[in-house]
């Protein structure tokens, strides 16, 4: 607690030095007029009394100068004059303040609006309860194997030992929940989801129908997730049954777009494929999905009802015609479990299950008679769920990280026409540096004081920057369309904390780094030689300064 009075004695009196200063002097004077009025009375003259109280005090300049550095906090107090010194000294150049901001903008601009579009692909996670505890399921093929119709498409061979396989069938699905469900208390999994896509669906509201996006979830999707709908309720393990009543759950851009908002929505009834759903919810604004991109479905329906909008093309699969691999499976998992827990819990049954629905391929109708070796079993493997369905947006991992090298390019021809601008305008200032030189500063302190140039510089750079980077933004939703898709559809490009983070840390490193060197080679001189340049030198140094102007400019 002592620690903290005397942290906020010395705030306060960075924000109170008037009032301070002169409390101070009021005392100061009142002390000396009682010391000279006790001189006087033992017989002093009054200016022998004066000149004594001043000498006992021991001078008044040193002592207010001891009681300031007392008071308040030193170091930020000497940040403050550096700042306000800089300041003034970038106002002195406007020109080159000017080019030095704008460049800085350009590179630090592009580089926030592109991150952006890193962070809402990559890295940004669900907005979900505990999203680190969700996992996604991927199944490795141990030996090539034909699976029927992955992704809707029949007769496909996957080849031995690939990876990421994402999608799942329905019944092998069913019969990973059996086992998780058979298990439960041993199980690693509080729940296991699968979800779907489903194409094609066309929604009739009132008179006018329009195509949407849609999914087939399973019961226990929302509250595996850990959603909340912002109206309404959820669908349940109820709802996802054979026989149970079509209900569908609305996006909230859905919601808004069509309904206008309505909170009487609820219980209303939506045709889709000309069947007709109660509407029992509707998403929070926040929530778009699993896949975040590209695919955002407007509907949300239960497994066991897709076959309704579906028709014969169900995903599900008949008694005569086996579904196809489309589903995709996340789980959450219990406190203190572990991903590589909950996929060795569901191998066995995944293993039974696939093996039962994805035979060997044949050469020339041939059965192959060996049997399979345990080794070349499919096997479950599982990633982390905290950020959705990775797969999708995988694919265009190579396009937004080559377009941020060359964003980042531009930053780095940006920070080297910083560093030419700041040595042009040493090159102006070598006088003043010489004379405060011989003055006696020291040469960290003048470092420090260039420092603290170029870094307000770069902050006024970034600053405009994120102004830039909100402009940036329209140009980068313009690739996301579908005619050109350089970039997945659907992505929230928002400066979030993240995104600003990242512009502070690249707008320091920047500042500190092409800071540095100019600062460094200012302070680097020979007192002798520069207090003896003539007005001829120094004119010299302001033409290549000039000419170093117009080379940022060029580039």
Same mark, same amino acid.
């Given at each position: ?78 940040? =403050? ?19 030095? &901001? ?11 609006? #592109? ?10 996670? =669900? ?58 208390? /041993? ?22 129908? /329009? ?54 929505? &609820? ?12 509407? &029992? ?16 479905? *407007? ?37 203190? *479990? ?5 996929? /060795? ?24 008679? /060996? ?50 601008? #700041?040595?042009?305008? *040493? ?29 307000? =510089? ?45 512009? =502070? ?51």
């Amino acid at each position: 607690m002592s620690k903290l009075r005397v942290f906020l004695f010395r705030l306060r009196g960075l924000f109170l030095k008037r009032s301070l200063d002169q409390e101070l002097a009021d005392e100061i004077r009142s002390h000396l007029d009682m010391q000279i009025e006790d001189y006087q009375r033992q017989g002093m003259s009054a200016d022998e009394a004066r000149y004594a109280a001043l000498r006992k005090f021991g001078g008044v300049e040193q002592v207010k100068e001891t009681y300031r550095e007392r008071r308040g906090l030193p170091y930020v107090e000497t940040i =403050l004059r550096d700042l306000g010194y800089g300041a003034r000294m970038l106002w002195r150049s406007p020109i080159i303040t000017t080019v030095a &901001i704008l460049s800085l903008a350009l590179g630090i601009g592009a580089n926030t609006a #592109l991150f952006s579009v890193v962070d809402a692909v990559f890295l940004k996670t =669900l907005p979900v309860d505990e999203p680190d505890r969700l996992v996604v399921f991927e199944w490795q093929s141990g030996r090539s194997f034909r699976t029927n119709g992955m992704s809707g498409t029949s007769n496909v061979i996957v080849p031995a030992n690939m990876r990421g396989l994402s999608l799942f069938r329905y019944d092998v699905f069913e019969k990973m929940q059996q086992g998780r469900v058979a298990a439960a208390s /041993e199980s690693p999994l509080s729940s296991l989801f699968a979800f779907g896509p489903v194409s094609e669906l066309i929604a009739k509201v009132g008179d006018q129908p /329009e195509v949407v996006k849609g999914q087939a979830v399973s019961g226990g999707y929302y509250d595996g997730l850990g959603v909340q709908p912002s109206l309404g309720r959820a669908i349940t393990v109820e709802d996802d049954r054979p026989g149970a009543a079509p209900v569908v759950v609305l996006s909230n851009q859905f919601w808004q777009t069509r309904f206008g908002a309505n909170p009487e929505v &609820i219980g209303q009834q939506l045709q889709l494929n000309k069947q007709s759903f109660t509407i &029992i919810g509707v998403t929070s604004a926040a929530f778009v999905g699993t896949l975040q991109v590209n695919y955002q479905p *407007a509907v949300t329906i239960p497994l066991a009802v897709e076959p309704l909008v579906s028709g014969q093309n169900s995903n599900l699969g008949t008694a005569n015609e086996p579904g196809v691999w489309w589903l995709n499976l996340m789980g959450r998992l219990k406190p203190g *479990a572990t991903r590589e827990q909950a996929s /060795e819990s569901l191998n066995g049954a995944f293993q039974n299950a696939a093996l039962e629905v994805m035979p060997r391929p044949t050469k020339s109708n041939q059965i192959a008679a /060996e049997q399979l070796e345990r080794k070349d079993y499919p096997r479950l493997l599982s990633e982390s769920g905290s950020r959705g369905m990775l797969d999708v947006r995988k694919d265009y991992a190579a396009t937004i990280y080559g377009l941020f090298i060359v964003v980042a390019l531009v930053l780095v021809i940006a920070c080297a026409n910083l560093a030419n601008l #700041l040595l042009a305008r *040493a090159a102006f200032r070598g006088p003043e540096i010489s004379v405060r030189l011989a003055l006696g500063a020291g040469r960290w302190r003048l470092v420090r004081q260039l420092l603290t140039e170029s870094l307000l =510089l770069a902050a006024l750079g970034g600053t405009v920057g994120v102004v830039f980077a909100f402009w940036g933004r329209s140009v980068l939703l313009g690739l996301t369309n579908k005619e050109t898709g350089l970039l997945p559809s659907g992505v929230d490009l928002s400066l979030n904390w993240r995104v600003l983070v990242f512009t =502070l840390t690249v707008t320091l490193l920047t500042g500190f780094l092409f800071g540095l060197a100019p600062a460094w080679r200012a302070t680097s001189l020979d007192l002798a030689t520069a207090l003896k340049q003539s007005r001829r030198a120094t004119g010299t140094v302001s033409r290549l300064s000039k000419g170093l102007l117009v080379l940022q400019v060029d580039v």
